[in-house]
């Protein structure tokens, strides 16, 4: 049986904890546990191959070296923040997406856990000002057609088994205010595991801003988009 | 393919195989006759002729080349074909083609020459001899055959009739003899014989040689070629599906072969090869087989194996007729069935793999059926009628290739070391029936049910009669029925499939099923292949009444002929043509009829295939009492035609919708974009203006200028000073909503009311109304600022921020509402497409007069072209007003649009109104051509990077090809016609052929002939 590793430190044991038998709940999986220090010690049973997600707080840390801390783990990692408190119920995701191919297909899997386990999947596409589309004849239909054709192309799942929204301006605060107008229980962002400055903007920002447990699933190719936590459609 | 074939030739096992280059199915064969077919005319040519017959029923088209007469060639051959290949002989050396029938030959095509040339030939072949003599070569004209003369260079008895087997042994014997009399060899004969053609007044004689003779002729085989080559574009054979074969392709004696001649550059993308023994070799290109006439033989066993054991038809992948895709790509999929759709303009199906795939979307729709009376209703998803049983497996390999020239659509696939090939397509002669033949391992080739329901589809019957199986799709509105027949063949290693299914639309109580039974069973009966020729040849009609060729751009060419292609696949010709924003080629749009049917797609079919505009505007006559209706209701009189229409002629416009932004947004187009009753009228004159149709005006098309122009005169609004206005419409520019006194709405109105009051005491209207109409046009306020020559678009539209879009946005084309939210647009400048400018664009001569300018320089840079109709239509504004380069950028943009899906909508249907628009811009634009003072006005502004522009229309019942340059016109006229050229106040007349004009100034002149 898979285990979810739930990364115990001070100050987050509890919402950690809820979290983490939540996420294990939904994937048939058991929790293990790992105290916070060493850190050498949670990267090691990381990489346990049993091991399908990390769920870890960030009290111990201090904001700026979390990605680098957490980048070395190639699972998803479910980080949790500070001010949550349990009790912890997901039934409703929230995941962002811009559409490449390495970003879709690495959420995908996150949708499909979450459409086989009856959550609730809200698909949030963020269009930057430079990437709005060029036409939209009759609103009517093209936001339709255009949806349902954005998720045919970078989602599994059938288009009426989800919602989609749709934003556009910067996309970190576009999550954080669609995470606020739309309450969901966890957002899912797809990330490069590169943590130096410029990149994983959005990815800072949604961590920094949302209050709700976000789920960070790895590219599988990197780029400097996508390590922003979102790629470009192509 | 299923042949039916009462009695087939014997076809031998295989013998060594051909080049691979020939390993595959012709759709034409060209060849020569003497030593090619049959070593000698002597020799018996039952074989030829059983399997030439044979071919020919089996859909192959035949053409016999040869220098002899008929009587030699048909008394040897005497193949008598049914068809529904056609056999040719086109002999005398270019001069004669006969169609061989059941019946025999029948003459079809003869040049005759004028006594004059008869007595020139008879000079030059006089002066030959005497200058040969002079030199001590002895030659004597040896028959006087149709307008030739052949002189034999080797009059001696041992040489009288060698066989072609000794040609080596013959030219060394010639060539020994001409060398004796001090000639260099035969090619300064064949020059001598040309010089004196020339001085006997025959500059353009053909002077051929086989060694023995040296002929000269006012044809030759190339005369054959051309000929053939024309007539196969009339069946819709393209050269990459012929093959030629010869005996003499290779040089002999200098000379190029005989059989070099059939290489023309008309069948430029043939296979050619030769039989012959060409000492001298072959030409490059030409494969050389060797062999014989028992090698020919060979190769027409071949031909016929292929088609007996369901081979589909060849494929030909010219790239400036054809759309191919690799694989399957699961991002683009969807926009890629789209672009392969099929469409007869009663059924569209998209261009789905046979075989099931996770990103595909099998569709098809048919033209009219909708799903009910009401706002949300949508084309009925129709039975699916090209589906295999199996699926694709993440190694299996697909590409598919779309012909535009015969609306063909070939695939391959192979999977797990299995493959399969196939080619389908929706009847353009039998519109609502398709076809589907398939050929490949019986492991990937398992049919599976004929036809299969579409999801979700409403009240369904489905069964099986005999060995057919139908279904039918109910709506309140329309039944769709369906009946489908399918057969397998082939053996243990090879299965052939051939599947044929019919629809038919009509009303619930409509005998449809036994419509669709009958289309059926005359299919069957048919055959195959006479259905694909039948296909082919009806494509070849349209395109060549519509085809428009633009040199030295292959992209932008297959760009044009793809557009050109969906417009004319997605417009039925008889009945009533319901043809929707994505036409059959996708969902999008709900099939709806918005004006892109009137004022963007109508245009194109006006002016090259008038029965399918008729089509068009039959189906708003057929609604015009809902429109009367609704006018009515609305306390006004007069017809007024919804914004969005689908059955029943009522207005089937959403009233709200989630914009991109999630966000739940009214839509009250259907409430205010009125100007849709204008475009109706419109689209009715534009019919009447190409077609000269007037009394269509006067009779069916009268209440479609009549009635609209009631609706104006009872939608104005008189102020206290005499202006009349017409309040709280939305105009093309669909930012701002509601305003009043839209200049394109006001100006169309105006336009509309006048266009009817010139119909005269003949419609059926009171001089008092009429007048009235007048008035009201004339007072009409249209925004117009006399100083500056520019249109307010709308009242109050210069107290809007005056926000430069061009400047403002990242790029352009941009959906400025996503960008700038519809509060921010809505206060400002901002336009999404040509409002002002669309006047310019339809009524020309209802503007102020050197208006367009100054009203582009202000609009332009003020629209967002977010709108997909923008940009061809921007394209033709640049154009006329010589902004060459923005005109250029504008058409690749247009013409690009679905192709490289600009809109990332193309999955849901092709932008039919673009395609509509790219035509128009090459038309009205680029070529400026349009109807104007009873005469087509031509007037071409073209890029500097582009090459000849040529246009097909029909003005006037009178057939156009125009073809454009920078500084010169050229046009094939069909009959009498007047063209009203540049700025010229006057037409001229041109009469049937050729006439060319040079650029003189302003103005054109005729150029010399």
């Given at each position: 049986m898979n285990a979810v590793l739930a990364v115990i430190e001070p100050g987050a044991d509890a919402a950690v904890r809820s979290v983490a038998e939540e996420v294990a709940r939904l994937l048939n999986a058991t929790v293990r546990f790992s105290p916070f220090r060493p850190w050498a010690g949670v990267l090691r049973q990381a990489a346990e191959p049993d091991v399908s997600a990390v769920v870890i707080g960030h009290a111990s840390f201090r904001f700026s070296s979390f990605l680098g801390h957490v980048g070395a783990i190639d699972r998803p990692i479910v980080r949790v923040p500070v001010s949550f408190r349990p009790p912890y119920s997901l039934r409703r995701v929230l995941v962002p997406m811009v559409g490449d191919i390495a970003t879709a297909s690495s959420l995908a899997r996150a949708i499909e856990v979450s459409r086989a386990s009856d959550l609730h999947v809200v698909v949030l596409h963020v269009a930057e000002a430079d990437s709005i589309p060029a036409f939209n004849d009759q609103t009517a239909y093209e936001t339709e057609a255009w949806a349902r054709e954005f998720l045919a192309r970078y989602v599994t799942i059938p288009p009426d088994q989800m919602d989609f929204e749709f934003r556009i301006g910067d996309p970190g605060w576009e999550i954080v205010r669609a995470v606020n107008d739309l309450g969901p229980d966890l957002v899912a962002l797809g990330w490069g595991r590169r943590s130096s400055p410029g990149r994983a903007r959005v990815v800072r920002r949604v961590l920094r801003d949302c209050q709700v447990p976000v789920l960070l699933v790895p590219l599988a190719a990197f780029s400097s988009v996508e390590d922003q936590g979102l790629a470009k459609t192509s | 393919m299923a042949i039916s074939a009462p009695a087939r030739p014997r076809v031998r096992p295989r013998n060594r195989p051909f080049p691979p280059e020939i390993e595959r199915r012709f759709e034409a064969l060209i060849f020569d006759w003497d030593g090619t077919a049959v070593p000698d005319r002597s020799a018996d040519a039952s074989d030829v002729r059983d399997l030439i017959e044979g071919l020919c029923r089996a859909g192959m088209d035949v053409f016999v080349v040869s220098g002899t007469h008929v009587g030699n060639v048909d008394g040897q051959l005497g193949a008598r074909p049914e068809g529904p290949g056609e056999l040719h002989l086109c002999l005398n050396r270019g001069s004669e083609v006969f169609r061989v029938a059941p019946r025999g030959p029948r003459l079809t095509h003869r040049r005759s020459a004028t006594q004059r040339e008869e007595r020139a030939l008879d000079l030059a072949a006089a002066v030959t001899i005497e200058r040969l003599g002079a030199r001590g070569l002895e030659a004597a004209v040896v028959s006087q055959r149709l307008n030739r003369r052949k002189i034999d260079l080797i009059p001696l008895p041992e040489w009288a009739d060698p066989p072609k087997a000794i040609i080596d042994d013959l030219v060394e014997a010639v060539d020994a003899r001409v060398r004796a009399a001090g000639f260099a060899g035969l090619p300064e004969i064949v020059n001598l014989a040309l010089a004196a053609a020339t001085e006997a007044g025959l500059p353009e004689a053909k002077v051929t040689s086989d060694a023995k003779h040296v002929e000269i002729g006012l044809t030759d085989k190339t005369d054959s070629a051309r000929w053939i080559a024309g007539h196969l574009a009339t069946r819709g054979i393209g050269p990459g599906l012929v093959l030629i074969a010869g005996d003499e392709m290779g040089p002999l004696g200098g000379l190029p072969g005989s059989d070099s001649l059939m290489l023309v550059p008309e069948l430029g993308r043939s296979t050619s090869l030769s039989v012959g023994v060409e000492p001298s070799g072959v030409p490059?290109?030409?494969?050389?087989?060797?062999?014989g006439p028992d090698r020919f033989i060979q190769l027409l066993e071949d031909q016929l194996r292929r088609r007996l054991k369901g081979e589909p038809p060849g494929m030909d992948d010219d790239p400036g007729w054809s759309l191919s895709i690799v694989g399957v790509d699961p991002q683009q999929e969807r926009a890629h069935e789209s672009l392969m759709a099929l469409a007869d303009g009663r059924i569209g199906t998209g261009g789905s793999p046979l075989l099931t795939h996770a990103a595909a979307r099998p569709l098809v729709l048919t033209a009219g059926a909708y799903d009910g009376p009401k706002p949300e209703s949508q084309l009925l998803a129709a039975p699916l009628w090209d589906r295999l049983q199996g699926a694709m497996t993440p190694r299996s390999r697909i590409d598919r290739l779309l012909d535009l020239r015969t609306g063909l659509l070939f695939e391959r696939v192979v999977a797990k070391g299995a493959g399969f090939r196939s080619v389908r397509f929706s009847s353009l002669a039998r519109p609502g029936l398709a076809v589907l033949a398939a050929q490949g391992d019986p492991d990937l080739l398992e049919p599976g049910p004929a036809i299969r329901l579409p999801a979700d589809a409403p009240e369904v019957r489905a069964s099986r009669r005999d060995d057919s199986s139908w279904t039918t799709i109910r709506s309140e509105d329309s039944t769709i029925a369906t009946t489908a027949w399918q057969t397998m063949g082939g053996d243990r290693r090879t299965a052939s499939l051939v599947r044929i299914a019919a629809y038919v639309e009509g009303p619930p109580r409509d005998r449809v099923l036994e419509r669709s039974s009958g289309h059926l069973r005359a299919a069957r009966n048919a055959g195959v292949e006479r259905l694909i020729h039948e296909h082919r040849a009806a494509w070849a009609r349209r395109w060549s009444e519509a085809d428009v060729t633009l040199e030295g751009d292959v992209e932008l060419q297959r760009a044009i002929r793809f557009g050109l292609f969906h417009l004319m696949a997605s417009v039925a010709d008889a009945g009533e043509a319901a043809v929707g924003a994505r036409g059959l080629s996708g969902p999008g749009y709900a099939g709806h009829v918005f004006w892109d049917s009137d004022v963007f797609v109508l245009p194109f079919l006006a002016a090259t295939h008038p029965s399918a505009a008729r089509a068009m505007l039959e189906y708003r006559i057929r609604r015009l009492p809902a429109a009367l209706d609704v006018a009515r209701e609305r306390g006004r009189e007069g017809a007024r035609f919804p914004w969005e229409s689908a059955a029943s002629g009522r207005d089937v416009t959403p009233t709200s919708a989630r914009d991109r932004r999630g966000r739940l947004v009214p839509i009250r187009t259907g409430l205010l974009e009125e100007h849709i009753v204008a475009d109706v009228a419109w689209a009715a004159c534009c019919y009447a203006d190409w077609t000269g149709d007037r009394e269509f005006l006067l009779g069916r098309g009268r209440g479609l200028l009549v009635e609209t122009a009631r609706y104006w005169a009872s939608r104005i609004r008189w102020d206290r000073s005499g202006g009349a206005h017409i309040y709280g419409v939305i105009g093309p520019d669909e930012y701002h909503e509601p305003v009043d006194d839209n200049a394109f709405t006001n100006v169309m109105a105006r336009w509309n009311l006048r266009r009817a009051a010139a119909l005269g005491n003949a419609a059926g209207v009171s001089q008092f109304e009429r007048l009235r109409w007048l008035e009201i046009a004339d007072a009409l306020i249209d925004g117009l600022d006399p100083r500056t020559k520019v249109y307010e678009q709308f009242a109050e539209f210069h107290t809007l921020e005056p926000l430069i879009i061009a400047e403002a946005a990242p790029r352009r084309p941009i959906a400025a509402d996503l960008l700038l939210g519809r509060e921010r647009v809505h206060a400002a400048q901002v336009i999404k497409q040509a409002d002002v400018l669309m006047l310019h664009h339809l009524i020309p001569d209802e503007v102020a007069p050197g208006s367009l300018v100054p009203n582009l320089e202000f609009y332009e840079p003020r629209t967002a072209h977010g709108s997909s109709l923008s940009p061809a239509i921007h394209a033709a504004l640049f154009a006329r007003t010589g902004r060459l380069e923005e005109a250029e950028s504008s058409f690749r943009m247009a013409a690009l649009m679905d192709l490289d899906d600009l809109t990332g909508t193309t999955s849901s249907g092709l932008h039919l109104a673009t395609m509509g628009g790219v035509w128009q811009a090459l038309a009205f634009g680029f070529a400026g051509m349009r109807p104007h003072q009873n005469a087509l006005a031509i007037d071409p502004q073209l890029p500097s990077s582009w090459g000849p522009l040529e246009i097909r229309v029909r003005y006037q019942g009178t057939p156009l090809r125009v073809r454009v340059e920078r500084d010169r016109i050229r046009v094939n006229a069909g009959g009498r016609t007047s063209l009203l050229l540049g700025n010229a106040s006057a037409p001229l007349a041109v009469h049937r052929g050729q006439t060319s004009f040079e650029r003189s100034g302003h103005s054109w002149k005729e150029a010399p002939k």
């Amino acid at each position: 049986m898979n285990a979810v590793l739930a990364v115990i430190e001070p100050g987050a044991d509890a919402a950690v904890r809820s979290v983490a038998e939540e996420v294990a709940r939904l994937l048939n999986a058991t929790v293990r546990f790992s105290p916070f220090r060493p850190w050498a010690g949670v990267l090691r049973q990381a990489a346990e191959p049993d091991v399908s997600a990390v769920v870890i707080g960030h009290a111990s840390f201090r904001f700026s070296s979390f990605l680098g801390h957490v980048g070395a783990i190639d699972r998803p990692i479910v980080r949790v923040p500070v001010s949550f408190r349990p009790p912890y119920s997901l039934r409703r995701v929230l995941v962002p997406m811009v559409g490449d191919i390495a970003t879709a297909s690495s959420l995908a899997r996150a949708i499909e856990v979450s459409r086989a386990s009856d959550l609730h999947v809200v698909v949030l596409h963020v269009a930057e000002a430079d990437s709005i589309p060029a036409f939209n004849d009759q609103t009517a239909y093209e936001t339709e057609a255009w949806a349902r054709e954005f998720l045919a192309r970078y989602v599994t799942i059938p288009p009426d088994q989800m919602d989609f929204e749709f934003r556009i301006g910067d996309p970190g605060w576009e999550i954080v205010r669609a995470v606020n107008d739309l309450g969901p229980d966890l957002v899912a962002l797809g990330w490069g595991r590169r943590s130096s400055p410029g990149r994983a903007r959005v990815v800072r920002r949604v961590l920094r801003d949302c209050q709700v447990p976000v789920l960070l699933v790895p590219l599988a190719a990197f780029s400097s988009v996508e390590d922003q936590g979102l790629a470009k459609t192509s | 393919m299923a042949i039916s074939a009462p009695a087939r030739p014997r076809v031998r096992p295989r013998n060594r195989p051909f080049p691979p280059e020939i390993e595959r199915r012709f759709e034409a064969l060209i060849f020569d006759w003497d030593g090619t077919a049959v070593p000698d005319r002597s020799a018996d040519a039952s074989d030829v002729r059983d399997l030439i017959e044979g071919l020919c029923r089996a859909g192959m088209d035949v053409f016999v080349v040869s220098g002899t007469h008929v009587g030699n060639v048909d008394g040897q051959l005497g193949a008598r074909p049914e068809g529904p290949g056609e056999l040719h002989l086109c002999l005398n050396r270019g001069s004669e083609v006969f169609r061989v029938a059941p019946r025999g030959p029948r003459l079809t095509h003869r040049r005759s020459a004028t006594q004059r040339e008869e007595r020139a030939l008879d000079l030059a072949a006089a002066v030959t001899i005497e200058r040969l003599g002079a030199r001590g070569l002895e030659a004597a004209v040896v028959s006087q055959r149709l307008n030739r003369r052949k002189i034999d260079l080797i009059p001696l008895p041992e040489w009288a009739d060698p066989p072609k087997a000794i040609i080596d042994d013959l030219v060394e014997a010639v060539d020994a003899r001409v060398r004796a009399a001090g000639f260099a060899g035969l090619p300064e004969i064949v020059n001598l014989a040309l010089a004196a053609a020339t001085e006997a007044g025959l500059p353009e004689a053909k002077v051929t040689s086989d060694a023995k003779h040296v002929e000269i002729g006012l044809t030759d085989k190339t005369d054959s070629a051309r000929w053939i080559a024309g007539h196969l574009a009339t069946r819709g054979i393209g050269p990459g599906l012929v093959l030629i074969a010869g005996d003499e392709m290779g040089p002999l004696g200098g000379l190029p072969g005989s059989d070099s001649l059939m290489l023309v550059p008309e069948l430029g993308r043939s296979t050619s090869l030769s039989v012959g023994v060409e000492p001298s070799g072959v030409p490059r290109g030409v494969l050389h087989v060797g062999g014989g006439p028992d090698r020919f033989i060979q190769l027409l066993e071949d031909q016929l194996r292929r088609r007996l054991k369901g081979e589909p038809p060849g494929m030909d992948d010219d790239p400036g007729w054809s759309l191919s895709i690799v694989g399957v790509d699961p991002q683009q999929e969807r926009a890629h069935e789209s672009l392969m759709a099929l469409a007869d303009g009663r059924i569209g199906t998209g261009g789905s793999p046979l075989l099931t795939h996770a990103a595909a979307r099998p569709l098809v729709l048919t033209a009219g059926a909708y799903d009910g009376p009401k706002p949300e209703s949508q084309l009925l998803a129709a039975p699916l009628w090209d589906r295999l049983q199996g699926a694709m497996t993440p190694r299996s390999r697909i590409d598919r290739l779309l012909d535009l020239r015969t609306g063909l659509l070939f695939e391959r696939v192979v999977a797990k070391g299995a493959g399969f090939r196939s080619v389908r397509f929706s009847s353009l002669a039998r519109p609502g029936l398709a076809v589907l033949a398939a050929q490949g391992d019986p492991d990937l080739l398992e049919p599976g049910p004929a036809i299969r329901l579409p999801a979700d589809a409403p009240e369904v019957r489905a069964s099986r009669r005999d060995d057919s199986s139908w279904t039918t799709i109910r709506s309140e509105d329309s039944t769709i029925a369906t009946t489908a027949w399918q057969t397998m063949g082939g053996d243990r290693r090879t299965a052939s499939l051939v599947r044929i299914a019919a629809y038919v639309e009509g009303p619930p109580r409509d005998r449809v099923l036994e419509r669709s039974s009958g289309h059926l069973r005359a299919a069957r009966n048919a055959g195959v292949e006479r259905l694909i020729h039948e296909h082919r040849a009806a494509w070849a009609r349209r395109w060549s009444e519509a085809d428009v060729t633009l040199e030295g751009d292959v992209e932008l060419q297959r760009a044009i002929r793809f557009g050109l292609f969906h417009l004319m696949a997605s417009v039925a010709d008889a009945g009533e043509a319901a043809v929707g924003a994505r036409g059959l080629s996708g969902p999008g749009y709900a099939g709806h009829v918005f004006w892109d049917s009137d004022v963007f797609v109508l245009p194109f079919l006006a002016a090259t295939h008038p029965s399918a505009a008729r089509a068009m505007l039959e189906y708003r006559i057929r609604r015009l009492p809902a429109a009367l209706d609704v006018a009515r209701e609305r306390g006004r009189e007069g017809a007024r035609f919804p914004w969005e229409s689908a059955a029943s002629g009522r207005d089937v416009t959403p009233t709200s919708a989630r914009d991109r932004r999630g966000r739940l947004v009214p839509i009250r187009t259907g409430l205010l974009e009125e100007h849709i009753v204008a475009d109706v009228a419109w689209a009715a004159c534009c019919y009447a203006d190409w077609t000269g149709d007037r009394e269509f005006l006067l009779g069916r098309g009268r209440g479609l200028l009549v009635e609209t122009a009631r609706y104006w005169a009872s939608r104005i609004r008189w102020d206290r000073s005499g202006g009349a206005h017409i309040y709280g419409v939305i105009g093309p520019d669909e930012y701002h909503e509601p305003v009043d006194d839209n200049a394109f709405t006001n100006v169309m109105a105006r336009w509309n009311l006048r266009r009817a009051a010139a119909l005269g005491n003949a419609a059926g209207v009171s001089q008092f109304e009429r007048l009235r109409w007048l008035e009201i046009a004339d007072a009409l306020i249209d925004g117009l600022d006399p100083r500056t020559k520019v249109y307010e678009q709308f009242a109050e539209f210069h107290t809007l921020e005056p926000l430069i879009i061009a400047e403002a946005a990242p790029r352009r084309p941009i959906a400025a509402d996503l960008l700038l939210g519809r509060e921010r647009v809505h206060a400002a400048q901002v336009i999404k497409q040509a409002d002002v400018l669309m006047l310019h664009h339809l009524i020309p001569d209802e503007v102020a007069p050197g208006s367009l300018v100054p009203n582009l320089e202000f609009y332009e840079p003020r629209t967002a072209h977010g709108s997909s109709l923008s940009p061809a239509i921007h394209a033709a504004l640049f154009a006329r007003t010589g902004r060459l380069e923005e005109a250029e950028s504008s058409f690749r943009m247009a013409a690009l649009m679905d192709l490289d899906d600009l809109t990332g909508t193309t999955s849901s249907g092709l932008h039919l109104a673009t395609m509509g628009g790219v035509w128009q811009a090459l038309a009205f634009g680029f070529a400026g051509m349009r109807p104007h003072q009873n005469a087509l006005a031509i007037d071409p502004q073209l890029p500097s990077s582009w090459g000849p522009l040529e246009i097909r229309v029909r003005y006037q019942g009178t057939p156009l090809r125009v073809r454009v340059e920078r500084d010169r016109i050229r046009v094939n006229a069909g009959g009498r016609t007047s063209l009203l050229l540049g700025n010229a106040s006057a037409p001229l007349a041109v009469h049937r052929g050729q006439t060319s004009f040079e650029r003189s100034g302003h103005s054109w002149k005729e150029a010399p002939k």
